[in-house]
């Protein structure tokens, strides 16, 4: 069984495979080399070269390249490894170009260097669908669509996980656009290994359009939901806990206040309960939006950044000269006409007496340094004639009844 990832990318360049020593004689090159497709795999066999020694033991390198016509010229490959076995297997979608290289190698062999190498090239078969792409956006959920290269109305889409003995299942919820089906929505206890999906048609066997994903490699869940919570000096931002393997997300959260340009960034995880605390300015507006990111630990992935979630309102820097200008005027115009106003109603409590002026005058001129206002409250005021009140008025004598002291 053979599993590799297919974006080892290192690039090779085919002259190395010509380097050697001179005084040693190359072995022969495998024979008969022949490559087929299967379900989400590729198989190629080849045979024993003709006129090996008796006595030599050999193995066989083979490199596999994709979207390249033979013999690969300067490229990067998909798979490289050596194998004593004739044949050679690989979890491969059928979408490009892809050739093989294969060469003998001196294993227990005298005098001798690797064979020459030999290539054989496979195209994909036809394309019934393009753009077609997969996210793993939920626990056991998975959802795949394509565009149409043509109207096909009898296609169908199977799905199965990638092992040794493939068994594949059909679609039960398709994603359709009119009378074709653009996707599908699955939902399996089997998502989260390497699986295979085949999209054909039910009329033709051929062709069959098969793709080998891994979902945690294409992780892509909705953007949590985003709260907004004020603690007194602080703002708590809180998102939504991820509905699948939390301790291999981490939440970004992103975030400018009042009018600033930079944004910045802090992140929430699964022992921080989802949440970051930034300081509160209550002067400010803040903008905060989360991102939940699948940890590479796991494997690839990541949600778009969410709506973004309001918080506050930016205070008018120019406020307080508005408060100069205008409040603080129109406070004081309002104390002048209620004084105004009370002043006029209690005119006379105000402005009691005023005195005779010709008294007033004479008296200042009499006044010694004892005080001008002494003189004048005391001494020389107009005084209205008291009011007789009576006090004690009594209709029976108290001291009838009650002793006075
Ligand atoms: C295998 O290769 C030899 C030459 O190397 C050739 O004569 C023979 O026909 C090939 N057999 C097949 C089945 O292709
Ligand atoms: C194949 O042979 C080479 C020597 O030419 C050796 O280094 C390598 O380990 C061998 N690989 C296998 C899988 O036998
Ligand atoms: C679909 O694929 C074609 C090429 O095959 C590309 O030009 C086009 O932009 C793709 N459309 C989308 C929506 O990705
Ligand atoms: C996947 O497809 C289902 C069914 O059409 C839909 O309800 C769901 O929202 C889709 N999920 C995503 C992330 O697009």
Not at 65 to 70: A, D, L, P
Not at 190 to 204: F, V, Y
């Amino acid at each position: 069984m053979i599993y590799r990832y297919l974006d080892v990318s290192l690039v090779i360049y085919f002259s190395f495979i010509f380097t050697g020593v001179d005084s040693l004689s190359e072995l022969p090159p495998p024979r008969n080399l022949s490559l087929s497709w299967a379900h989400c795999s590729l198989t190629a066999k080849w045979s024993k070269p003709t006129d090996l020694d008796s006595g030599c033991k050999v193995n066989y390198t083979v490199i596999l390249c994709s979207k390249t016509k033979c013999p690969p010229n300067n490229t990067t490959y998909v798979d490289y490894r050596q194998t004593s076995h004739l044949s050679y297997k690989i979890f491969i979608s059928n979408e490009n170009e892809i050739c093989i290289t294969i060469m003998t190698n001196p294993l227990m062999c005298e005098n001798k260097k690797k064979s020459k190498p030999v290539h054989q090239c496979i195209s994909p078969p036809k394309a019934l669908v393009n753009n077609f792409s997969c996210i793993y956006y939920s626990d056991k959920k998975m959802n795949c669509s394509w565009n149409f290269l043509s109207n096909i109305s009898d296609l169908q889409f199977h799905y199965g996980v990638l092992r040794e003995r493939f068994s594949q299942r059909p679609c039960t919820s398709y994603i359709t656009s009119g009378p074709l089906k653009t996707g599908c929505h699955m939902h399996s206890d089997d998502i989260a290994e390497k699986m295979c999906l085949i999209i054909n048609r039910t009329t033709e066997h051929d062709p069959t359009n098969s793709f080998v994903i891994e979902p945690r490699e294409i992780v892509k869940p909705w953007p949590p939901k985003l709260k907004i919570i004020r603690e007194g000096e602080y703002l708590h931002f809180q998102s939504s806990t991820p509905d699948f393997q939390p301790h291999c997300w981490q939440h970004m959260y992103m975030y400018s206040k009042c009018k600033e340009k930079d944004d910045q960034v802090h992140t929430g995880d699964k022992h921080s309960n989802w949440s970051v605390r930034v300081p509160y300015d209550e002067a400010c507006r803040y903008t905060v939006r989360v991102q939940a990111n699948y940890s590479p630990y796991c494997g690839k992935g990541a949600s778009d950044w969410s709506e973004p979630e309001y918080y506050g309102e930016d205070v008018d820097p120019n406020w307080p000269l508005m408060v100069a200008v205008i409040v603080i005027p129109v406070i004081v115009s309002c104390c002048l006409i209620t004084a105004l106003v009370l002043f006029k109603r209690h005119k006379d409590i105000i402005l009691p007496a005023i005195p005779e002026p010709s008294l007033l005058f004479k008296d200042m001129l009499n006044s010694n340094n004892d005080g001008l206002s002494k003189n004048i409250g005391v001494g020389k005021l107009y005084v209205p004639i008291k009011e007789v009140v009576e006090k004690d008025v009594s209709l029976e004598p108290k001291s009838v009844l009650y002793p006075g002291p």
